[in-house]
């Protein structure tokens, strides 16, 4: 699959699916963090935690038959050239790569099995498998999951510092420089069909979670006016 980068001298970095999963992962995770105290919004906290396994997988799909510098064959460096790359981005010595580089390409690798581990620890702790000590884990795992995004984003400020250009507008419009124009019609259909499948996912939770949280309020009230009425007769 060719991937016809150059558009009037500029060089496409990141193709809309990459930046769809970049920031709706990213939504998803400061969503389901800021939530997983609110036992009232709790639903809204396991459905962030789902659109993270969704994510997730398309992520560990796009890897393999994605453009260029989304494919994991493209970033597959050792953990040595990552802490080589690493010292030198500390040091203001690291090369500028146009996609993941070595300490960046692990910080990826990190955030992935994080974000894998921790919604499917959550995801079994909802069903009630695994116990207080599963929750622990699954607590454990967010927060070293949000210790590695603060560690992500100030990487990202040191090297737009250190290579003089912002790495983060590649992220938002998909090209080195500029604002993107296009894109091929393969990556385009893919991205409008990822976000038709986050926003069908959450309209679907939302029709048929009301219904069923109706029925589980319901249920509850039943049984706390059983219980009070017990409690009278006694």
Same mark, same amino acid.
């Given at each position: 699959?060719t991937?016809?980068?150059n558009?009037? /001298? %500029?060089?496409l970095i990141w193709?809309?699916?990459?930046?769809i999963?970049h !920031?709706?992962?990213?939504i998803?995770? =400061?969503? $389901?963090?800021l939530l997983?105290?609110?036992d009232?919004l709790?639903?809204?906290h396991v459905m962030f935690?789902?659109t993270?396994?969704?994510?997730?997988?398309f992520?560990l799909?796009w890897?393999v038959?994605g453009?260029t510098?989304?494919?994991f064959?493209n970033f597959a460096?050792g953990?040595?050239?990552?802490?080589r790359?690493l010292r030198g981005?500390?040091? /203001? %010595?690291?090369?500028d790569?146009?996609g993941?580089?070595?300490?960046?390409? !692990?910080?990826?690798?990190l955030l992935? =099995?994080l $974000?894998?581990?921790?919604?499917?620890?959550g995801w079994?702790h909802?069903?009630?498998?695994?116990g207080?000590?599963l929750?622990e884990?699954?607590?454990a795992l967010a927060?070293?999951?949000?210790?590695l995004?603060?560690?992500?984003?100030?990487g990202?400020?040191?090297?737009?510092?250190?290579h003089?250009r912002?790495?983060?507008?590649?992220m938002?419009?998909?090209? %080195?420089e500029g604002?993107?124009?296009?894109?091929?019609n393969a990556?385009?259909?893919?991205?409008l069909?990822?976000?038709?499948?986050?926003?069908?996912f959450w309209?679907?939770?939302?029709?048929s979670?009301m219904s069923?949280d109706?029925?589980?309020?319901s249920?509850q009230v039943?049984?706390?006016h059983a219980?009070?009425h017990d409690d009278?007769?006694?």
């Open positions: 699959m991937d016809g980068h558009q009037g /001298g %500029r060089r193709d809309l699916p990459t930046r999963f !920031w709706g992962l990213a998803s995770f =400061a969503g $389901a963090y997983s105290e609110a009232d709790r639903t809204f935690g789902y993270v396994l969704g994510l997730v997988a992520r799909l890897g038959v453009s510098h989304s494919r064959s460096y953990p040595g050239a990552a802490l790359d981005l500390l040091v /203001g %010595r690291a090369r790569h146009e993941h580089g070595p300490a960046a390409s !692990w910080s990826v690798y992935l =099995a $974000a894998a581990a921790t919604a499917m620890t079994l909802y069903n009630r498998i695994g207080e000590s929750e884990v699954h607590e927060n070293a999951w949000l210790v995004v603060v560690l992500h984003v100030g990202v400020l040191l090297s737009s510092w250190r003089r912002n790495l983060v507008r590649p938002i419009y998909g090209y %080195r604002i993107a124009t296009g894109s091929t990556r385009l259909a893919t991205g069909a990822l976000v038709c499948a986050i926003v069908g309209s679907w939770t939302a029709i979670g069923a109706g029925g589980a309020a249920i039943s049984q706390r219980h009070d009278d007769d006694d």
